[in-house]
């Protein structure tokens, strides 16, 4: 398959599609493919296949959607799709700093500066939403269900501009 993929690139072709069986490995191809061409997307149907890919391939990373993440705003448990920055037109005290990076919006881990950043677990002052969001801005293979990436693409113009789009359940 590996093969098969390089000749239709160097055919010029655009959009290649593999159908294969249960068990055959192409979540390992699409990571093959990704790492061979030092950046790309996943997108998966399910959270669970995101969670699958992440098991896998744990230089892989991943950012959910925001009602996967509770706000530190809030006192209630609310998750972040009720948070500061979406109910106070993304102003958040929570969101990390910027800095300027690949993508200048969000900062990435190995620039920004020890205020934000402590390390795997993040800062416990700071939103989890957006530090996994700066991650895998500026991380090489990122996996994404499709609703969050036809959503960030389209309406927040971030995830975008990558190499490698590779739709695991396409059909889906």
Same mark, same amino acid.
């Given at each position: 398959?590996i093969t098969g993929i390089e000749q239709a690139?160097?055919?010029?072709?655009?959009?290649?599609?593999?159908?294969?069986?249960?068990?055959?490995?192409?979540?390992?191809?699409?990571?093959?493919?990704?790492?061979?061409?030092?950046?790309?997307?996943?997108?998966?149907?399910?959270?669970?296949?995101?969670?699958?890919?992440?098991?896998?391939?744990?230089?892989?990373?991943?950012?959910?959607?925001?009602?996967?993440?509770? &706000?530190?705003?809030?006192?209630? %448990?609310? +998750?972040? *799709?009720?948070?500061? !920055?979406?109910?106070?037109?993304?102003?958040?005290?929570?969101?990390?700093?910027?800095?300027?990076?690949?993508?200048?919006?969000?900062?990435?881990?190995?620039?920004? &500066?020890?205020?934000?950043?402590? %390390?795997? +677990?993040? *800062?416990?002052?700071? !939103?989890?939403?957006?530090?996994?969001?700066?991650?895998?801005?500026?991380?090489?293979?990122?996996?994404?269900?499709?609703?969050?990436?036809?959503?960030?693409?389209?309406?927040?113009?971030?995830?975008?501009?990558?190499?490698?789009?590779?739709?695991?359940?396409?059909?889906?």
């Amino acid at each position: 398959m590996i093969t098969g993929i390089e000749q239709a690139i160097k055919q010029g072709k655009k959009y290649i599609l593999i159908q294969a069986p249960t068990g055959v490995g192409k979540s390992a191809i699409a990571y093959t493919v990704m790492k061979y061409f030092g950046e790309g997307y996943v997108c998966t149907a399910t959270i669970s296949l995101q969670d699958q890919y992440l098991a896998d391939f744990p230089d892989l990373l991943t950012v959910k959607g925001r009602p996967n993440y509770i &706000c530190k705003t809030r006192d209630d %448990g609310k +998750t972040c *799709d009720l948070g500061a !920055c979406v109910v106070q037109e993304l102003t958040c005290s929570r969101k990390p700093g910027t800095k300027e990076t690949k993508y200048p919006a969000y900062y990435s881990e190995r620039d920004h &500066c020890t205020k934000y950043w402590t %390390g795997p +677990t993040g *800062d416990p002052e700071r !939103c989890e939403y957006w530090i996994d969001k700066a991650k895998a801005l500026n991380n090489f293979g990122v996996v994404h269900n499709y609703q969050y990436l036809r959503h960030k693409a389209n309406f927040a113009g971030d995830f975008v501009e990558r190499k490698i789009l590779i739709s695991d359940e396409g059909h889906k």
